[in-house]
């Protein structure tokens, strides 16, 4: 498990750290640091970190792979963006064997550092290993104008140690409230799901190769109403028997907290009508007073899936209903077991 410190200025990160675990999550071991991915500086003194890291296996090299968004600071923690790629995709390499990482590498060859591509974010994004190895990576980007964001996924080779554009897909956007961010992937029954984070909703689309997208449409309930999700991150867990969305949203008694990102909630989708079936919502983390949200989600072996993630502290003192920064892994236990978990 990756984790960062949130240094009390809005995303200003530390450099990466990991939590394992050898028994399934009874026990975990103490936060490691990892010196080839602390901060790295700039010859002015600028600070550089890699933040909102995605980790996953790939299987054809053997490797762990962490993707993330390199980001530059100055000395008071204010994300410095006033150049091409100052943030920009950024990769480290586990090998399981030598039990090293590698030092954050930009991917090589993403085209347009000084057009559209002035600044790529594959941050907090569930990515996918094809078939054949390559690496379908849904990121972020806006040209040097800033403005809405728009997302597209990308295709990349990987030989186990470098990480390389070879095409993107289609881009999409939508007007007002930064455009379109955090786009995770995920494929299930033949199809490629990808869920969108506006500021004001949430959006969803499909694709039968990953690359070329539907029109998106806004996330609903089975019963037509609006999700209610916004502002925050939605990530999938993939089941043999179904899929199902992780989110949070309006309506459940929550408007004390900001951006109503909590209780966080999993329910399974319909894959051809494309909405959550409200049946089947369950809460997977409850609100004890802070935002929750931003959280990884993955599936761990054919019997569970894991979604992990921790309270926002604002001060040192816990909250009056709870909360205490505490880092929290909500195991699913499926009652049939998972055959695309092998």
């Not at 993707?67 to 008071?76: E, F, L, N, S």
């Not at 007007?175 to 955090?182: I, S």
Request: with cysteine; charged share 25%; proline share 5%.
């Amino acid at each position: 498990m990756t984790l960062q410190k949130h240094l009390k200025v809005s995303d200003f990160y530390s450099g990466l750290y990991y939590m394992r675990t050898n028994d399934l999550g009874k026990t975990w071991t103490d936060p490691i640091e990892v010196p080839e991915l602390a901060w790295t500086y700039e010859p002015d003194g600028t600070t550089v970190s890699v933040a909102d890291v995605t980790p996953g296996w790939h299987e054809k090299t053997g490797k762990l792979l962490g993707i993330g968004i390199k980001v530059r600071y100055d000395k008071a923690g204010k994300q410095l963006v006033n150049e091409p790629r100052a943030r920009d995709a950024h990769y480290t390499v586990f090998d399981p064997v030598e039990n090293s990482w590698t030092p954050w590498r930009a991917i090589a060859g993403i085209p347009e550092e000084n057009g559209k591509f002035f600044s790529v974010n594959p941050g907090c994004t569930q990515w996918l290993v094809k078939p054949n190895g390559n690496i379908l990576l849904p990121i972020y980007f806006r040209g040097p104008g800033g403005g809405d964001y728009s997302v597209t996924v990308l295709e990349c080779s990987f030989d186990g140690l470098t990480l390389s554009y070879l095409q993107h897909g289609t881009e999409m956007t939508v007007e007002g409230g930064r455009g379109l961010v955090e786009p995770s992937l995920a494929f299930y029954d033949d199809t490629y799901y990808l869920t969108l984070r506006n500021d004001k909703a949430a959006y969803v689309t499909t694709s039968r190769d990953g690359l070329n997208w539907e029109e998106f449409r806004p996330w609903k309930f089975d019963n037509g109403e609006v999700l209610g999700s916004y502002n925050t991150q939605a990530h999938w867990l993939v089941h043999s028997d179904g899929l199902f969305l992780s989110y949070t949203r309006k309506g459940a008694d929550n408007d004390h907290i900001m951006r109503n990102r909590a209780p966080l909630f999993l329910a399974q989708v319909n894959p051809e009508e494309l909405h959550v079936i409200r049946a089947t919502e369950q809460i997977l983390m409850s609100e004890r007073g802070v935002m929750l949200g931003n959280f990884g989600a993955s599936s761990i072996t054919k019997d569970e899936s894991w979604v992990t993630d921790a309270e926002f502290m604002i001060g040192d003192e816990p909250h009056p209903r709870g909360a205490n920064g505490t880092l929290w892994n909500a195991r699913i236990i499926w009652g049939k077991e998972n055959k695309l978990v092998f």
